[in-house]
């Protein structure tokens, strides 16, 4: 059984920065491709970003240039560095993880954290 465990979050203003953690127990973290998700009010979830095995990096154009993706498997963690907040990036930030390659799917993920809540103020 793999169990994720977001960390970081909280409030912060426009223009500003916050990195959240993900602190992996179980077995194989290495094979897993690790991604971020988020969820604002009254929004489906959405693709943040995700590292691949390999660590090859993925990332929508919403976040390009502003979020950051890493891991250090020998800490099974894995690392959002978030610059430039917007507050349209206010919502619960999720951490999850895939056997796949390169999911950018909710469906391709397997294990999910519980959240973290991110709140970008104006």
């Known amino acids: 059984q793999v169990q994720l465990v977001e960390s970081g979050g909280g409030l912060a203003q426009a223009g500003g920065s916050l990195r959240l953690s993900c602190a992996v127990s179980g077995r194989a973290f290495s094979r897993y491709t690790m991604g971020w998700f988020r969820q604002g009010p009254g929004k489906e979830r959405e693709f943040v970003c995700a590292i691949s095995r390999t660590q090859i990096t993925y990332y929508p154009d919403s976040v390009k240039g502003r979020f950051t993706i890493s891991r250090d498997n020998a800490k099974n963690t894995v690392y959002l560095q978030m610059n430039s907040l917007k507050a349209e990036d206010t919502a619960v930030y999720y951490c999850?993880?895939?056997?796949?390659?390169?999911?950018?799917?909710?469906?391709?993920?397997?294990?999910w954290g519980q959240g973290t809540q991110v709140t970008v103020s104006a």
């Open positions: 999850a993880a895939s056997g796949g390659l390169a999911p950018r799917f909710v469906g391709e993920y397997d294990y």
